[in-house]
């Protein structure tokens, strides 16, 4: 079974500009969160979907958006790019949300740099 | 809000040998989950091993084990016979396990494993 996919894999945009990144989970897996991760602020969670609805986000600015397909594909958008949204996007998958779905599955990641 | 400790930023461990990983945490919840992460110079995020709060087994993932220490709030990794492959950063993950409770993991700071052959 193939694993979660991030495209792409590295983005150099510069400060002002918008960035869209996607995720496929896993086959079956209806869940996906994004995960942010920066030196200095380690591992931040920025939002979860299941069946196409965000049920949370985190304390990101507007700026920092979602959403997820009726085939469990995400993609997450970043507008107006300040150099501070350079970090590694994390992406992960879930099977659900009872007991025994719950372990997320992370991909490779999406590269952010901004100049 | 839960909060996720590691006190080791750093540790080093002879190939062979066995080195242990420190992760406390804080919660009011009782229904819970624990997991370590490695993250591999490649960046991908890998699971290690999973505990629910619940069972008081420790898990075990063959040369990978716990020491879940629900009353003291503590979650250590042991690594048997450490290969250089080990060599990565660990994080410590709690995850709610409330009735439509969020997924989000909370993640610690990281421990950096290095492995000396």
């Known amino acids: 079974k193939a694993g979660v996919t991030q495209t792409p894999r590295y983005l150099i945009k510069t400060r002002g500009q918008q960035v869209t990144l996607s995720c496929s989970p896993i086959?079956?897996?209806?869940?996906v969160s994004w995960y942010q991760q920066t030196p200095g602020q380690g591992l931040q969670f920025l939002f979860e979907?299941?069946?196409?609805?965000?049920?949370n986000k985190g304390n990101f600015p507007g700026r920092f958006s979602g959403r997820q397909f009726s085939n469990s594909r995400s993609e997450m958008n970043v507008s107006t790019l300040e150099l501070g949204d350079s970090a590694l996007y994390l992406c992960?998958?879930?099977?659900?949300?009872?007991?025994?779905?719950?372990?997320?599955?992370f991909g490779p990641g999406t590269r952010l740099l901004v100049l | 809000a839960q909060t996720v400790t590691q006190s080791q930023p750093e540790m080093s461990v002879q190939e062979a040998e066995t080195v242990t990983l420190s992760c406390t945490y804080d919660?009011?919840?009782?229904?819970?989950?624990l997991f370590w992460y490695k993250q591999p110079p490649s960046r991908q995020m890998i699971l290690v091993i999973r505990?629910?709060?619940?069972?008081?087994q420790n898990a075990t993932e063959n040369r990978f084990s716990v020491n879940f220490q629900k009353a003291a709030k503590s979650f250590s990794l042991k690594i048997s016979d450490s290969q250089l492959g080990d060599a990565a950063m660990y994080f410590c993950a709690y995850r709610s396990g409330a009735q439509g409770g969020s997924e989000k993991l909370v993640f610690g700071k990281g421990t950096k494993l290095t492995v000396n052959p």
């Open positions: 086959s079956g897996h209806r869940s």
């Open positions: 919660t009011s919840e009782s229904d819970y989950y």
């Open positions: 992960a998958s879930a099977r659900g949300l009872g007991r025994g779905q719950e372990t997320q599955y």
């Open positions: 979907y299941f069946s196409e609805t965000q049920r």
């Open positions: 505990q629910e709060a619940y069972k008081q």
